[in-house]
């Protein structure tokens, strides 16, 4: 199977980029690893006709965004992200409609329909940065993700509103979990993403994105 995917790579001119949330076997086989922004802004500095993008479909839709001189294909067409499917774009309409005027800042891990309807997008590596860019704005709205919305308010003297939406397994690691690992490797540096609760992150020796 392997020849057969090489094969096609060089005939299509493609290049395969996997996420690092994807098995081992599938990063092996991919030209290019990394988190969903950096790998379709890499594939922008090539010169492949073809993006084959393993990894879910708002991923997809970025790197076609991103690079709409090129083909991008996802090879399995039900890969949805439970976080991004928590808001649709009315949804934001109708947040637009409550709060007038105030920035709605969107994570980039949602639809590209939701991402049509806000003011700008973050990423979970400069959404504080993101935040504190709106120098008028002393309220700001984000949307899906609660705890990087919680975690972003930590460092701005902006309101932040935000959506209750989630990544399940982020916002499922529990406190208890921690202090059984610290138990089990005293020695180990415990590093968390954004994407986990609050109580989760306040344990945590450094908080980064998927990217670092």
Not at 73 to 97: F, H, N, Q, S, Y
Not at 152 to 166: I, L, M, R, Y
Request: proline share 6%; net charge negative; aromatic share 6%.
């Amino acid at each position: 199977m392997l020849q057969e995917i090489n094969e096609l790579r060089k005939k299509r001119r493609a290049i395969i980029l996997a996420h690092n949330y994807q098995p081992g076997p599938i990063q092996d086989l991919a030209d290019l690893t990394g988190d969903s922004l950096e790998l379709s802004r890499k594939a922008k500095d090539t010169d492949a006709d073809v993006i084959v993008f393993c990894g879910v479909r708002f991923m997809a839709e970025t790197a076609a965004i991103l690079n709409p001189q090129k083909i991008v294909l996802l090879p399995d067409l039900e890969a949805g992200c439970p976080m991004a499917d928590m808001i649709t774009a009315e949804d934001v309409k109708r947040i637009k409609e409550q709060f007038p005027g105030i920035p709605i800042i969107t994570y980039v891990n949602s639809n590209a329909d939701v991402k049509a309807e806000s003011t700008i997008c973050c990423t979970s590596a400069n959404s504080i940065n993101v935040v504190n860019s709106f120098e008028e704005a002393s309220e700001v709205y984000m949307a899906p993700d609660q705890n990087l919305a919680k975690y972003t308010a930590k460092h701005t003297e902006k309101k932040v509103h935000h959506w209750n939406g989630f990544c399940p397994i982020h916002h499922n690691l529990k406190v208890e979990y921690v202090h059984e690992a610290r138990k089990k490797y005293p020695d180990a540096v415990f590093i968390a993403h954004p994407e986990c609760k609050p109580e989760v992150l306040d344990l945590a020796d450094g908080v980064f994105s998927t990217s670092g």
